[in-house]
């Protein structure tokens, strides 16, 4: 039986809602063939720090400790290669309780993406089940698990179960149970979830997310994003309230998800960004004046509040961004779960000159916003600001007036 919500639908029969999920693959493309993939996997529980710890280390770089764990977890990675010809690691990131990977299949698989993701996962579960002394039950298959959790790995994981093991507890982990196990790597509670006949639960949740490459510059992209994980985690971790996503914010007469800097609401000058969606000669020139305006109002400390919809819009924001000045930004859709600010965003988000607010639900789909959406956003806007953007204020921009 199905625990999801059903409807009647105008256009059909009873429905049920959708369950959104960032899992899903990209419709029609071909998992066997020529591709390059960023995949993101997590561990079946993201509370608990099996695969390392995060510090800061010399001149402030970010450091990633792998536990033991994360040193097979790793040698499973390469492993990968080595069973699919044709396949190569770009890049690994190693994190706490997930990782990010890119892989290149440089020429067609018998094997699908889904399939290789499958056999690295179930790899790295037995090599989990091996750290915990798991020995008993279903042997590994060789069809279907790499060859990491053997001794021929190059990442062998010291026997914790020896009486002559002076391996410490990794980075986060107590001082360990009676078995000699350091805590951190026992396995979850016999309640946890695992396959018909695997002698221990899965060390990675369900599914996998990826991204395949389809334009130009966007491996770069890729390659930065996978590797910049450590910093950005631990600049989260320093500020957790400048990136906790917050809900039932009510500014004025309506109510917020919000994420950054709540304090920006508080400044004295806050300043409405809204122009015009057309590509006019005049309208250009209205725009480069606005821009200089608002850029020339942040220095003086006002708070640009914008909803970002139109071209001038969001070149604007940009401005603000690049020039560090306190921003607020009104947001169409809302933060998924795990959210986490792209780009820029995430950049402001840390130096505290960023507020995003969502006033709607999350949703997946690639949507059109709706003049009634662009409406009320720029409402919200208005609403927001000590100083909402008018006629008079735009014909003194036009008129090439200065404006206090």
């Known amino acids: 039986m199905t625990n999801k919500n059903s409807h009647f639908s105008a256009d059909g029969p009873w429905r049920y809602d959708t369950d959104h999920s960032m899992l899903r693959r990209l419709d029609g493309h071909d998992y066997k063939g020529r591709s390059i993939y960023m995949l993101t996997i997590t561990l079946a529980d993201r509370r608990t720090p099996l695969l390392g710890s995060l510090r800061w280390g010399g001149e402030g770089k970010p450091v ?3 536990s033991p ?14 069973r699919y010809p044709g396949v190569r690691s770009i890049a690994l990131q190693i994190m706490p309780e997930h990782l990010h990977g890119i892989l290149f299949v440089t020429h067609a698989q018998r094997a699908h993406l889904g399939q ?4 690295f996962k179930i790899g790295c579960s037995h090599a989990w089940w091996e750290l915990c002394g798991l020995t008993e039950g279903p042997a590994s298959s060789p069809a279907t698990s790499p060859s990491c959790s053997s001794s021929a790995s190059p990442f062998r994981a010291p026997n914790y179960n020896s009486a002559n093991s002076t391996a410490g507890s990794t980075a986060g982990s107590t001082a360990g149970s009676a078995s000699g196990i350091p805590s951190l790597l026992l396995p979850p509670p016999p309640t946890a979830a695992r396959s018909k006949g695997a002698r221990g639960p899965s060390l990675f949740s369900p599914g996998y997310q990826d991204t395949v490459l389809t334009g130009k510059g966007q491996l770069r992209k890729m390659i930065d994003y996978v590797l910049d ?9 320093d500020n957790p309230d400048l990136f906790r996503v917050v809900r039932g914010i009510t500014v004025g007469t309506r109510s917020f998800a919000a994420i950054g800097n709540q304090w920006l609401l508080d400044r004295p000058m806050r300043l409405q960004v809204r122009c015009h969606n057309n590509t006019s000669p005049e309208n250009l020139q209205l725009i480069a004046r606005q821009k200089a305006f ?11 509040v914008s909803p970002c919809i139109s071209p001038g819009e969001k070149e604007i924001a940009r401005a603000a961004l690049e020039a560090h000045q306190p921003l607020i930004v009104i947001l169409e859709n809302g933060f998924p779960p ?17 507020l995003m ?15 009634w959406q662009c409406e009320s956003l720029n409402a919200m806007a208005a609403e927001i600001s000590t100083d909402p953007w008018d006629a008079d ?3 003194k921009l036009k008129s090439d007036e200065r404006i206090p």
């Open 357 to 371: 607010l969502a006033p709607w639900p999350y949703h997946m789909e690639r949507r059109t916003i709706t003049r």
């Open 393 to 395: 204020t735009e014909w």
């Open 338 to 354: 795990l959210y986490k600010p792209p780009g820029r965003y995430f950049e402001a988000c840390a130096d505290g000159s960023l």
């Open 69 to 82: 764990l994360g040193e097979r977890v790793r040698a499973c990675w390469g492993e990968i290669a080595i």
């Open 294 to 304: 608002f850029l020339r109002r942040g220095r003086e400390g006002a708070v640009i």
């Open 116 to 119: 290789m993701v499958k056999g």
């Open 229 to 237: 994980n450590p910093r950005r985690a631990l600049i989260k971790r």
């Open 64 to 66: 990633v400790d792998l």
